[in-house]
């Protein structure tokens, strides 16, 4: 499938700078017209010439152009563009985007833009798990930015980690699946609606520092939160230790354990009429916590563990229950346990996901999910979690309405 379409390509400094020349090459290949955006940074890694004979286009790096300011040059090149995609995006300029911030062309073009905004993150892996910077991914989320990558792997320090940008053949392939026009703002189908909403991991405490949990990053959760927002639902948010700023305007409850998320979602779940089971509670949980830090002594221990609590699954069985929405993370017969657990929790429905592929699950940015209810079934390919999160809350407030016409 071709892209052909305006892409402006914006190029901040990083060293997978040198991914952008290959980027050009593949969407002109593709049938796009491509200009270049370059910030003074960037062009220490990369020349200018290069991305220009490529592109078959001046490249652009100067807000005040004498000549290009007689026209407006940023306004031109913003209403030129059907899609603006900066690849790389540094840390430095993502808190720039984040806070409205235009000191330069390219923070000036992304303000102007009118088109859908796509940026692929590129920094060292300790400088993207940072809180801040999670905080400024988040408030571009919620701005409507779409986020591609950036993947695990090694890194030009030497280091190995999530922050490398998504090579440009995936960037090519994600752009050639998104719509044309930017997705419209999401149907009021909740219009005060109650929907509770548990989100990220939990955490088992062996002993004052140590805890079992799981690699859930909580995005999807909280992309969930945010689109029942503008479905025009009124959100509670029970949330396990995360990295992620909470949408403004809802109610959050932070817990720590799979007891304490039992516990909040229990005691909340009949004043709702929706409950969306995302969060990845553990399954075990520690029988004894040890008051000290336990010593590395023996060449083997055991920990003894016990079943927890099934939040899902006693929601479900409330006498005055909310429409019960539960998640399925599987590695293998993805269809037969996701039925499997349809069934036997009694939900309304459940979302399930593939974990341990190339693309989607925890930590990434990007999901797909296959959505089964009874006598139903439907697919939402992978895409942006916060796009694949707006899909499923207009699925669940679909069949949550038709169950209450019924």
């Known amino acids: 499938m071709t892209i052909n379409r305006h892409i402006l390509l914006g190029v901040s400094g990083g060293i997978a700078a040198y991914k952008s020349a ?41 807000l005040l152009d004498a000549d290009a300011e007689n026209a407006m040059g940023h306004i031109s090149l913003a209403r030129w563009a059907d899609l603006l995609l900066i690849a790389p995006t540094t840390a430095n300029l993502i808190a720039k985007l984040s806070h409205g911030l235009a000191d330069d062309l ?12 796509y940026v692929a993150p590129a920094m060292n892996q300790a400088m993207w798990t940072k809180a801040v910077t999670q905080e400024n991914i ?30 440009p053949a995936a960037i090519c392939k994600y752009l050639t699946h998104t719509p044309r026009v930017q997705t419209p703002p999401t149907v009021q189908h909740l219009q005060g609606v109650k929907v509770l909403i548990s989100a990220g991991p939990t955490r088992e405490p062996l002993d004052p520092v140590r805890y079992i949990t799981n690699r859930s990053s909580g995005k999807m959760g909280y992309a969930l939160a945010h689109a029942a927002l503008q479905a025009g639902a009124e959100v509670t948010l029970i949330s396990g230790p995360v990295t992620l700023a909470a949408p403004a305007n809802i109610e959050l409850i932070n817990v720590e354990t799979a007891a304490e998320m039992y516990e909040a979602a229990l005691s909340r779940a009949a004043d709702h009429a929706i409950y969306i089971g995302a969060a990845a509670v553990a399954d075990y949980s520690p029988v004894i916590m040890q008051p000290e830090k336990i010593k590395k002594q023996a060449e083997q221990t055991t920990i003894i563990l016990q079943k927890t609590k099934d939040i899902l699954a006693d929601v479900a069985k409330l006498d005055k229950r909310p429409y019960t929405v539960g998640f399925a993370a599987e590695t293998h017969e993805l269809e037969v346990y996701a039925r499997d657990k349809l069934a036997r929790k009694k939900l309304d429905m459940i979302a399930a996901n593939w974990v341990g592929r190339e693309l989607g699950g925890f930590d990434s940015n990007q999901n797909a999910l296959h959505v089964f209810w009874e006598n139903g079934e439907q697919t939402l390919a992978m895409m942006d979690k916060t796009r694949l999160a707006e899909e499923l809350i207009h699925l669940i407030a679909e069949r949550f309405n038709e169950k209450q016409r019924a």
């Not at 980027?23 to 955006?37: C, N, S």
């Not at 003074?40 to 592109?55: E, G, K, N, R, V």
């Not at 571009?140 to 940008?165: K, N, S, W, Y």
């Open 138 to 167: 988040t408030k571009l989320l919620r701005h409507g930015v779409m986020i591609i990558g950036p993947e695990q792997g090694d890194q030009a320090c030497g280091e190995t980690g999530f922050g490398r940008m998504s090579e």
């Open 106 to 117: 390219l923070s000036t073009l992304y303000l102007a833009a009118t088109c859908p905004v």
């Open 22 to 62: 290959e980027l050009v090459r593949l969407l002109r290949k593709q049938g796009a017209e491509v200009r270049v955006v370059m910030t003074q940074s960037a062009m220490q890694f990369i020349s200018p010439l290069t991305l220009q004979a490529l592109s078959g286009n001046p490249v652009h790096s100067e």
